[in-house]
């Protein structure tokens, strides 16, 4: 059985081994802890009965706009995949930035190649295409800045609107 849970120190070496394995875009260990430090609720993991992390999810609050938060990563291990592992730990993650931070609102890019992912956010949970940012990845792919809304944020309902280009540079 898997277990999903918040993430701590000792498991950032799993949660990178989970990227490079996964993801196109990778980070350097001290991007971990960054996130980790700052954010503690907001990095969340899948793990094996063996205690290996087979996926993860990492996000940030975004730093120029009140109430939003930032999904910065997403990853699951192939053998591990379409057994709802994505969905739980950015739902954790959502309702840590809801309830704990009080957002109201969710930023993430993604490549315009992922539509597994695509189709995750937009169907599951409602992520809308803000706009399509040219050549936002390292590669020149082009990425879709997407918001997901919380109907039932604890926050004002004001929200956050700002384009993609005031927002930091994370990708899932």
């Known amino acids: 059985m898997l277990t999903?849970?918040?993430?701590?120190?000792?498991?950032?070496?799993?949660?990178?081994?989970?990227n490079l394995v996964n993801v196109i875009e990778n980070y350097q260990m001290?991007?971990?802890?960054?996130?980790?430090?700052?954010?503690?609720?907001?990095?969340?993991?899948?793990?094996?009965?063996?205690?290996?992390?087979?996926?993860y999810s990492m996000a940030k609050l975004e730093e120029d706009v009140e109430n939003a938060g930032h999904?910065?990563?997403?990853?699951?291990?192939?053998?591990?995949?379409?057994?709802?592992?994505?969905?739980?730990?950015?739902?954790?993650?959502?309702n840590a930035m809801n309830a704990i931070y009080a957002c109201t609102a969710v930023?993430?890019?993604?490549?315009?190649?992922?539509?597994?992912?695509?189709?995750?956010?937009?169907?599951?949970?409602?992520?809308?295409i803000?706009?399509?940012?040219?050549?936002?990845?390292?590669?020149?792919?082009d990425a879709y800045s997407m918001k997901h809304t919380f109907a039932d944020s604890r926050a004002n309902k004001g929200g956050s609107n700002r384009s993609s280009a005031e927002r930091g540079k994370s990708s899932v």
């Not at 999903?4 to 989970?18: E, F, N, Q, V, W």
């Not at 971990?32 to 087979?54: D, K």
């Open 4 to 18: 999903i849970r918040r993430a701590s120190m000792y498991d950032l070496i799993g949660t990178s081994d989970c």
């Open 30 to 55: 001290k991007y971990y802890f960054y996130h980790l430090l700052s954010w503690p609720q907001l990095t969340n993991i899948a793990v094996s009965p063996s205690g290996y992390v087979c996926g």
């Open 71 to 94: 999904l910065t990563a997403v990853g699951v291990l192939r053998s591990y995949r379409y057994m709802g592992i994505a969905k739980n730990v950015i739902k954790q993650t959502h």
């Open 107 to 128: 930023y993430l890019f993604v490549r315009v190649s992922n539509w597994a992912a695509f189709n995750m956010y937009k169907h599951k949970f409602g992520y809308v």
């Open 130 to 141: 803000d706009e399509t940012v040219r050549e936002y990845f390292h590669d020149k792919e």
